[in-house]
């Protein structure tokens, strides 16, 4: 069986993390069953640069045609004078938009070997294993009205509307409670209901969902802002946390932050099955392009491979595989090899490359 992987690095850091992806996915192919077909196009500024615009028809058509699409990250300095609607981000926010990629899932996973390296005391981290589904096309960010008035007596007014129907909450919920059926089984839902409207019908019909079709699953409501306490004060206590788009984005901010290191973390964005099975979706590192380290061979590859195990897992069903990548990049943490970004006292520095490379090793050993 062929699957069909379409390739965006991106700008800044993306192309340097996503070659060392492509050198895993031809491990992969001399390894395995599953055989990937990878092409290529560009997205964001590299995109901006030869076509004037951050993603263009063709390599949307490509996207929408893959079986998934691998992302490295987009923006710079170089074009903070864009267009707003030709910014590099623009070209990732379409790819959204058009894939209907409405749950983003992000992992917040500490390392053992990494536990040192996170602003929080290491008991609290280590072993720490969370999923934040968060709501990724809807709510405040694309609510209508939207925009900013004059008003007579000379001020100024900007409104932004926060809304949800029943079907955007249902199928983030139940995308929630299916990860959580392989995980630990537990979903903590996430709102404001003592304050916004939107928040009671987000827990009215998460509650309603659960006692349908999720009774197996243990199901609490926690309102976001407690949400972000208990993130800092014992975040062990969460398996999946569902929210809506804006208080996901701030919550998966604050969850990776715990983790100690950018450069370490995944994502996927998928969107709804179709009735032949297919899903789209989109896997990419939560770190942007870093230009301050581009082009130096520095950037930890680890967050794209992560993200590759992700689409393996998810896109592919191969469990094992993904497990296999997993293991690889926390054996490789454990022989005391380190990136810049999470070097610590005692360690051996390496690149990008070199840091590639040893995950291979590692896999060679996992899989022998
Ligand atoms: P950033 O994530 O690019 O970098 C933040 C810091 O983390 C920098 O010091 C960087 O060197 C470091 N870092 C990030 N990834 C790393 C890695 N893999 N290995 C080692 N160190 C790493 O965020 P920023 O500096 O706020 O943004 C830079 C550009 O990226 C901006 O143009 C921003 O708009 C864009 N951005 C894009 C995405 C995306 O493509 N999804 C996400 C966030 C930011």
Not at 8 to 29: S, T
Not at 137 to 157: A, D, Q, S
Not at 205 to 234: P, W
Not at 300 to 315: D, E, G, K, Q, T
Request: charged content about 25%; overall charge neutral; some cysteine.
């Amino acid at each position: 069986m062929t699957q069909n992987l379409l390739l965006l690095p991106g700008d800044g850091i993306g192309p340097e993390v996503m070659a060392e992806v492509e050198r895993l996915i031809a491990w992969f192919n001399a390894k395995a069953h599953t055989k990937f077909e990878t092409t290529h196009d560009l997205v964001g500024g590299a995109s901006y640069d030869k076509h004037g615009l951050p993603i263009t028809e063709a390599a949307m058509k490509k996207a929408l045609e893959a079986d998934a699409v691998l992302f490295g990250a987009v923006g710079g300095p170089k074009y903070a004078s864009v267009p707003y609607d030709k910014r590099p981000e623009a070209g990732l926010l379409r790819l959204r938009k058009d894939l209907g990629l409405f749950a983003n899932l992000r992992p917040a996973l500490c390392f053992d070997a990494l536990k040192e390296s996170s602003t929080l005391k290491p008991e609290i981290v280590a072993g720490l294993d969370i999923m934040i589904v968060r709501e990724l096309t809807g709510g405040v960010y694309f609510g209508e009205p939207r925009g900013i008035t004059n008003l007579p007596n000379g001020e100024r007014r900007a409104v932004d509307t926060q809304v949800y129907a029943t079907h955007e909450i249902h199928r983030i919920a139940r995308v929630a409670f299916e990860l959580a059926r392989l995980r630990r089984n537990k979903v903590a839902s996430a709102e404001k209901h003592n304050v916004m409207t939107s928040g009671l019908l987000w827990k009215e019909e998460v509650t309603k969902l659960h006692a349908a079709e999720y009774k197996d699953v243990e199901l609490t409501h926690i309102l976001a802002d407690n949400c972000a306490m208990q993130l800092v004060r014992n975040p062990k206590q969460f398996d999946v946390i569902v929210t809506d788009n804006l208080f996901g984005d701030i919550l998966s901010d604050e969850a990776a932050q715990l983790t100690g290191s950018i450069g370490m973390l995944p994502s996927a964005s998928l969107g709804a099955r179709d009735a032949n099975g297919k899903q789209r979706a989109l896997y990419e590192p939560i770190h942007g392009s870093a230009p301050d380290i581009a082009g130096q061979g520095k950037a930890n590859p680890i967050a794209n491979i992560l993200s590759f195990a992700m689409c393996l897992r998810y896109s592919f069903a191969m469990k094992k595989e993904a497990g296999l990548v997993e293991r690889a990049v926390s054996a490789v943490l454990d022989q005391g090899l380190r990136t810049p970004d999470i070097m610590q006292p005692g360690m051996r520095q390496i690149g990008t490359s070199e840091m590639g490379s040893a995950i291979r090793a590692a896999l060679d050993k996992l899989a022998a």
